[in-house]
């Protein structure tokens, strides 16, 4: 009698680390590339997540990026970030004009005990995938940035973290009475990330 092998996807916290890092890393592009913070044509078209997705090609961004998702990838697998932000400023006055929220819940008993989880592969790309859709249409529920916009990256973690020395102590960059969209999440039943943006709300200047 033929028998049948049903394969589990265990989900070990180093493994947990890189997934929930390499998302950032390419929720970090696309962020970039669909907010128009750099020219279109610095962006080239790879396949990642069964979607068309697109990664810069500028050396400093790329480096700094690379950079960031490893030391992301250090602090998860330690159960230490909590929260990281990408902050779209105006270049010109500084202005804080949107926030890209990814806050972290952690599976402690992982962390403590060094035991795994279970959650398909594909079951956690799909929610990739919603996040990723969302990030991409964003056009269609942001305020166009209509004027020449940097990035900086915020990474909270726990107090007794010492900073990297390539990371400064900063102020948390905050919109005051912002406009909030709250998007997807996903969860590798180790680390669940949910998502949310906050822009700045310019009807209020409209009224005054």
């Known amino acids: 009698m033929a028998s049948k092998t049903v394969a589990k996807d265990i989900i070990t916290l180093r493994?947990?680390?890189?997934?929930?890092?390499?998302?950032?890393?390419?929720?970090?592009?696309?962020?970039?590339?669909n907010r128009?913070?750099?020219?279109?044509?610095?962006?080239?078209?790879?396949?990642?997540?069964?979607?068309?997705?697109?990664?810069t090609q500028?050396?400093?961004?790329?480096?700094?990026?690379?950079?960031?998702?490893?030391?992301?990838?250090?602090?998860?697998?330690?159960?230490?970030l909590q929260r990281i932000v990408l902050v779209i400023m105006s270049k010109a006055t500084g202005e804080v004009l949107e926030r890209w929220n990814f806050s972290i819940e952690t599976d402690g008993e992982v962390?403590?005990?060094?035991?795994?989880?279970?959650k398909s592969d594909k079951e956690i790309m799909r929610?990739?995938?919603?996040?990723?859709?969302q990030i991409a249409s964003s056009i269609t529920y942001l305020p166009c940035l209509d004027e020449p916009c940097v990035f900086d990256v915020l990474a909270y973690t726990d107090a007794d973290v010492a900073a990297p020395?390539?990371?400064m102590e900063s102020d948390p960059k905050l919109?005051?009475?912002?406009?909030?969209?709250?998007?997807?999440?996903?969860?590798?039943?180790?680390h669940k990330v949910?998502?949310?943006?906050?822009?700045?709300?310019?009807?209020?200047?409209?009224?005054?």
Do not use: C
């Open 15 to 33: 493994g947990s680390a890189a997934i929930v890092s390499e998302f950032f890393g390419y929720a970090a592009n696309s962020i970039l590339y």
């Open 36 to 55: 128009g913070i750099y020219p279109e044509e610095s962006f080239a078209k790879v396949k990642k997540y069964g979607l068309p997705m697109l990664l």
């Open 58 to 80: 500028d050396e400093g961004v790329k480096a700094f990026l690379a950079n960031l998702t490893s030391q992301l990838s250090e602090w998860l697998e330690s159960g230490k």
């Open 111 to 118: 962390v403590e005990k060094g035991v795994s989880r279970e």
């Open 127 to 133: 929610e990739i995938q919603a996040i990723m859709r």
């Open 165 to 167: 020395f390539t990371w």
């Open 175 to 190: 919109i005051a009475n912002p406009q909030m969209v709250k998007l997807h999440s996903f969860d590798t039943k180790i």
């Open 194 to 208: 949910n998502t949310l943006v906050s822009y700045k709300n310019d009807e209020d200047e409209e009224e005054q």
